[in-house]
């Protein structure tokens, strides 16, 4: 005796007209998902390299303009201009492309355009502690491959009248947000002793996300005016 399937085994025509309802709309929202990942992993990148080409050429054309001024032993620097870039960095690292403006605050809108120096903090050369961050992702991916930096690498700053050649000095350390400590004069857990000049990078951690921050420490370790020519890191 054959057997038929029960025609209760058939879902009735008002469940599979939901079923299929709810099967093309997970369809839809997982094709929004993935363009909208793939804007922000490309158009933010574009846009962000644009700003950042922008930037550069705008830090090259103030350089060109400039007239090398008297030295002063009293005179003190004009501030940085807020959202403005001041240098350019380096590191090779990160390739031999790598070169980013650093320009002043690190607001969300300053960081879309490059990287970002903590105000108040020192400048580049001066004893203190030089601060800056930057993206991990999106927005260029700037700071893409910093868990990449090991001691000795160089970070090299460039303000247009000095190349500043800092060394790194440990392995990227992980921290919560709140720990303002790092970009302190003296960063703590840096391993550094007293009063120097220093230089600390910042970013996002893990890669896509933000609840921690990777912390990485240099100190600075020579001086080029830039007539005479590039830091041997950048030209070999």
Known sequence: MSSRPSERSVPPAPLRLVVRTFSELCI???ALIILFVAYVLSWTGVKAAEAAEGEIATLHSRWAQQRPAAPSATASPPPYEDGKPFATMYV???GAGWEWPVLENTEARTLQKGLGHYSGTARPG???NFAVAGHRRTYGDP???FPRLRPGDAVIVNDGTTWFTYRVAREPYRTVPTDTAVVDPVPRRSGFEGPGR???LTTCEPEWGSSHRLIAWAHLDATRPV???K????TG
Do not use: H, I, N
Request: negative net charge; without cysteine; charged residues 25%.
């Open 231 to 234: 830091p041997p890191e950048l």
């Open 126 to 128: 001066e004893t203190g």
């Open 143 to 145: 700071f893409k491959d």
């Open 92 to 94: 090779p690292r990160f």
């Open 28 to 30: 839809t929202v997982g």
């Open 198 to 200: 220093y230089l600390t």
């Open 227 to 229: 007539g005479a020519g």
